[in-house]
């Protein structure tokens, strides 16, 4: 009997609890940064070989400090993570494609140019969401399940401009190096996202299991 309701309970559990998903997420981001870093090493573009560099160490870090169980070292590792990736899309959205009036570029494109300014500025926005929510699911004193729901929301989304965003880049008529680059990019956000999202599931597993564990204990107290 028992048997069963531990097999049920397996099967019920998220795929997000499962720490090899979050290892395989954390060495994929690390392939596909390095694979970037080496189509970008020669372009003489500092910032973005700045960022990849920032990003790649911050999420190793954070990885590991979940590991060691330095939870709160690994929320604010996760913090500066999507502060990171906030800041390198405000450089492409406010800076690059605003401010240079690079937006041109793409328009001239098309309609898969279009698309990907339309989802470029939306990747930015839902990035925001996430990093102001990260702050209110993990300090906060009490739960936030409106906030978890909030995510979990904005990360689908996000996720799902990844696939437009790496969909019209390739449809791009950029040299093959930038293309290669900003695909290998998405791909690198995506993973981190991935593994975001793991840490966090694990982080409401245990909160979840504290409760229950107080709840035992009290129960024991009032029956003693």
């Known amino acids: 009997m028992n048997n069963d309701n531990e097999s049920v309970k397996k099967e019920r559990e998220s795929i997000?609890?499962?720490?090899?998903?979050?290892?395989?997420?954390c060495i994929f981001a690390v392939v596909t940064s390095i694979i970037?870093?080496?189509?970008?090493?020669?372009?003489?573009?500092?910032?973005?070989?700045f960022v990849i560099i920032v990003k790649l160490v911050t999420t190793i870090a954070m990885y590991l400090a979940f590991r060691h169980y330095n939870w709160d070292v690994a929320k604010g590792l996760m913090g500066g993570v999507l502060f990171c990736l906030m800041y390198q899309e405000a450089y492409l959205v406010l800076a690059k494609l605003w401010g240079e009036e690079d937006f041109d570029t793409y328009l001239i494109a098309g309609v898969q140019g279009s698309i990907y300014l339309a989802a470029a500025g939306m990747s930015f926005l839902m990035t925001?969401?996430?990093?102001?929510?990260?702050?209110?699911?993990?300090?906060?004193?009490?739960?936030?399940?409106?906030?978890?729901?909030?995510?979990?929301?904005?990360i689908i989304i996000k996720f799902t401009v990844y696939l437009l965003?790496?969909?019209?880049?390739?449809?791009?008529?950029?040299?093959?190096?930038?293309?290669?680059?900003?695909?290998?990019?998405?791909?690198?956000?995506?993973?981190?996202?991935?593994?975001?999202?793991?840490?966090?599931?694990?982080f409401d597993s245990f909160k979840v299991l504290r409760k229950e564990l107080l709840m035992e204990k009290r129960k024991r107290s009032e029956k003693a």
């Open 16 to 25: 997000f609890l499962n720490e090899y998903l979050m290892l395989a997420a």
């Open 36 to 49: 970037s870093y080496f189509f970008i090493r020669n372009s003489g573009d500092s910032f973005t070989i």
């Open 165 to 202: 965003l790496l969909g019209s880049n390739s449809l791009l008529g950029l040299p093959a190096s930038v293309l290669w680059n900003n695909a290998m990019q998405y791909l690198t956000d995506m993973a981190i996202f991935l593994l975001i999202v793991s840490i966090e599931s694990q």
């Open 128 to 154: 925001i969401i996430i990093t102001i929510n990260h702050f209110f699911i993990n300090y906060a004193k009490h739960g936030n399940p409106e906030n978890v729901v909030l995510n979990r929301m904005a």
